[in-house]
T-cell receptor
C-alpha cells in the first residue's frame, strides 16, 4: 500500500529565504508525482507535475525534483514571499489503477514572515 | 470558464442527521473524484466516477456513505446517520481525458464542503 509522508510538518521562514520541502513515498511504482498548494478554506491548486520518467520540473520560483529509486521528491521555493504562505501537499499517482488515483501526503504548512 | 463548485460550503449537522453534499464539476469533465480531508491531514480518496459509472468506491469509510452521479455531471455525496468522526472537509475534483491517449489530465479541485457534526 502506497504511503506518502512529508517533512517538515510546519515551517516558518523570513521573507527572501530559499527553502526545501520534502516528500517521501513507499512504493516506487508511480505514474507521476504532483505538488499542490492549499490555501485556508480553498481547494487545491496544482503547482507542478513530474512524470515518472522525468527528474524535475520548474515553474517560476518553484522547482520540483523526483528520485523514484529512493522514493523521494523535493519542492524548492526560491526567494520566498509572504504570498507563498500556504499548505503544500505532494501526491503520488499509483500505477495500479487505470485512472488517476492519487495518494496525498499530510502536507507542510509554510509561513513566510515579512 | 467556471471551475469546480461545491455546495454548501459549510454544514453543521447534529449526530444522526443525514446530509447531502453537492459537486458541480467543470463542464465536459468525464472524471469526478470525492476526497475526505481531516484537519491537519491530506485528502483521502473516497470514490471515483467516470461519467455516470462509479468505478471505484473502495475509499468510502462505511455503508453510511453513498455517492451518485446519475447524469454524468453533477454528483452528490450523501452521508446517513452522521457521526462526529465524519467531521471533515469533503473535496470534489474533476478532470478531462486526453482524447488521443485516453490518459487523464490533471485534477481540478473545488473549494470543499466543511462538515461539522455535533
Amino acid at each position: 500500500k502506497q504511503e506518502v509522508t512529508q517533512i517538515p510538518a510546519a515551517l516558518s521562514v523570513p521573507e527572501g529565504e530559499n527553502l526545501v520541502l520534502n516528500c517521501s513515498f513507499t512504493d516506487s511504482a508511480i505514474y507521476n508525482l504532483q505538488w499542490f498548494r492549499q490555501d485556508p478554506g480553498k481547494g487545491l491548486t496544482s503547482l507542478l507535475l513530474i512524470q515518472s520518467s522525468q527528474r524535475e520540473q520548474t515553474s517560476g520560483r518553484l522547482n520540483a525534483s523526483l528520485d523514484k529509486s529512493s522514493g523521494r521528491s523535493t519542492l524548492y521555493i526560491a526567494a520566498s514571499q509572504p504570498g507563498d504562505s500556504a499548505t503544500y501537499l505532494c501526491a503520488a499517482r499509483t500505477m495500479k489503477t487505470s485512472y488517476d488515483k492519487v495518494i496525498f501526503g499530510p502536507g507542510t504548512s509554510l509561513s513566510v514572515i515579512p | 470558464g467556471a471551475g469546480v463548485s461545491q455546495s454548501p460550503r459549510y454544514k453543521v449537522a447534529k449526530r444522526g442527521q443525514d446530509v447531502a453534499l453537492r459537486c458541480d464539476p467543470i463542464s465536459g469533465h468525464v472524471s469526478l473524484f470525492w476526497y475526505q480531508q481531516a484537519l491537519g491531514q491530506g485528502p483521502e480518496f473516497l470514490t471515483y466516477f467516470q461519467n455516470e459509472a462509479q468505478l471505484d468506491k473502495s475509499g468510502l469509510p462505511s455503508d453510511r456513505f453513498f455517492a451518485e452521479r446519475p447524469e454524468g455531471s453533477v454528483s452528490t455525496l450523501k452521508i446517513q446517520r452522521t457521526q462526529q468522526e465524519d467531521s471533515a472537509v469533503y473535496l470534489c475534483a474533476s478532470s478531462a481525458i486526453k482524447p488521443k491517449t485516453g490518459f487523464q489530465e490533471t485534477q481540478y479541485f473545488g473549494p470543499g464542503t466543511r462538515l461539522l457534526v455535533l
